[in-house]
């Protein structure tokens, strides 16, 4: 670093001194007014200027290049110097790229002579238990040669053996075919007792399910008795107007607001209110409110009947009453009491929908037996429809047409054979009824005949089954 110095210390002076010896040639020129080349004065002074500096540069490069060897290596070889440092550059990455390859196969290299140790290892044991058992198996090779001798010795014995067998063979199959034949003589009447388990298993089956009908139906009529045994006791006391449970006016109901909710039940009431006067106070001149229902009943009907949707209304006696009710006759308070069911109007039954079934059994059947069946299949479907929340009890049969009903009953009588009959809804039943009904012939769960209709199916035609009969049903009744 000094030499440094002492190099731009000595640039410095050496340009000082020239350029003073410049200025002072020039100035010497200038006054003698000299002429070179035929230049004029003042072109030659220049001319002198432009040579001392020309003289100063020189001499400043020859004294920079005289001095430092590194300034001429600069200067003349800095291209080729900048080539070999790029190439240098390169080769030094190629160099590191060789070294991380080297690197990966030597690491490589380690693993693969692991796990060529790892398989000499289990090779080595492979061997030794190989060994083990090359030694076991010419012990059990000697033991099996031992008992090929033992079993040789057997077979021998076995053939003898097998020649008697033989002959007894032969006398267990004639035996084994006469078995053969009992036993299918067996297994054809097992199927005839099967087939007959299995009529009498389905007789058992038709048999409880009348049982069940039988039990509702008694359980039904219970209730009728005991209503009439409550009439018959309010005999003694006159004669009943209105009974327990007896419906006064039903009708459908459908409102939109509490009060026109109110305004149609009150319609209701008057209307109940003029029938029970007829029944309780015939022939009189009274008009009067004499059905008792309180403020808080009537109020809450309202709120669940006024959404819009139909309902079933009934208003029923709560209690029997006599004709001549002294509280009537005496314009007292309201003392007939009574209550209102409200059902909403639902579909209850489709068409086609079975509702109650009974069997003819033992022909020929007379007009009685045929007759007390039906009513007895009438009263059976009042009981289901009961159940299941018509309001209405009336039992509307082949749309009340006699001469059809008539023909179906003449039908039965003329089949001759065991047959069921049930009832099937004919068209849609709301829960505000009546409960219209078709009648259907079965024998086998094949359709016979039905009042829609007549025409008998059982010569030469394959029957319809019940749903495709019921769909006919359907079809008919709502064109």
């Known amino acids: 670093m000094v030499s440094g110095y002492i190099l731009i210390l000595a640039v410095l002076l050496l340009g000082g001194v020239i350029a003073t010896l410049g200025d002072r040639i020039g100035m010497k020129v200038g006054k003698a007014r000299l002429s070179l080349f035929n230049l004029r004065p003042r072109q030659t002074a220049t001319v002198v200027s432009i040579a001392t500096g020309s003289v100063i540069s020189a001499s400043t490069l020859a004294l920079l290049f005289g001095v430092s060897s590194q300034l001429r290596t600069g200067v003349f070889e800095l291209g080729e110097i900048q080539n070999d440092l790029a190439q240098a550059e390169a080769d030094l990455a190629n160099a590191r790229q060789t070294q991380a390859e080297v690197q990966a196969d030597l690491e490589s290299s380690v693993e693969e002579r692991e796990r060529a140790m790892s398989r000499l290892r289990e090779i080595n044991q492979f061997l030794a238990q190989a060994v083990e058992q090359q030694e076991r198996t010419e012990t059990q090779l000697q033991q099996t040669r031992e008992q090929l001798q033992k079993v040789s010795e057997q077979a021998q014995t076995l053939r003898q053996t097998t020649d008697e067998l033989r002959s007894e063979r032969d006398s267990l199959l004639a035996q084994q075919a006469n078995i053969s034949e009992q036993i299918a003589q067996r297994d054809a009447a097992i199927s005839a007792l099967d087939r007959e388990i299995a009529e009498r298993d389905r007789a058992i089956t038709q048999r409880e399910e009348r049982l069940t009908l039988l039990e509702q139906e008694q359980t039904f009529l219970e209730q009728q008795v005991a209503a009439l ?19 006064i006016v039903s009708g459908i109901l ?226």
């Open 229 to 247: 045994e409550e009439q018959y006791q309010g005999l003694f006391l006159g004669n009943i107007a209105l009974g327990r449970n007896e419906e």
């Open 254 to 479: 459908r409102a939109d607001t509490p009060e026109q909710a109110r305004k149609i039940l009150n319609q209701f009431l008057a209307e109940a209110n003029f029938r029970t006067l007829q029944r309780i106070a015939p022939g009189t001149s009274i008009d009067q409110q004499i059905l008792s229902l309180s403020n808080r009943q009537l109020q809450q009907l309202i709120n669940r009947i006024s959404t819009g949707q139909e309902f079933v209304i009934r208003i029923l006696s709560a209690a029997n009453y006599v004709t001549g009710e002294s509280c009537v006759l005496e314009g007292q308070e309201p003392c007939i009491d009574i209550f209102i069911d409200a059902s909403p109007n639902q579909l209850v039954y489709t068409p086609g929908e079975r509702l109650a079934s009974i069997a003819l059994e033992f022909p020929p059947f007379s007009d009685q037996e045929v007759v007390e069946r039906f009513n007895y299949l009438v009263v059976a479907t009042q009981f289901r429809a009961q159940q299941d929340g018509v309001a209405v009890d009336d039992v509307v049969v082949a749309d009340n047409s006699t001469e059809t009903l008539v023909a179906f009953l003449q039908a039965i009588q003329a089949y001759g054979r065991p047959l069921d009959i049930q009832a099937i809804a004919a068209r849609d039943v709301y829960t505000i009824g009546p409960v219209n009904i078709g009648l259907v012939a079965l024998d086998n769960d094949q359709v016979l005949f039905w009042t829609n209709n007549l025409a008998p199916l059982w010569d030469d035609l394959n029957p319809p089954s019940l749903e495709e009969s019921s769909d006919t049903g359907q079809n008919r009744s709502n064109p």
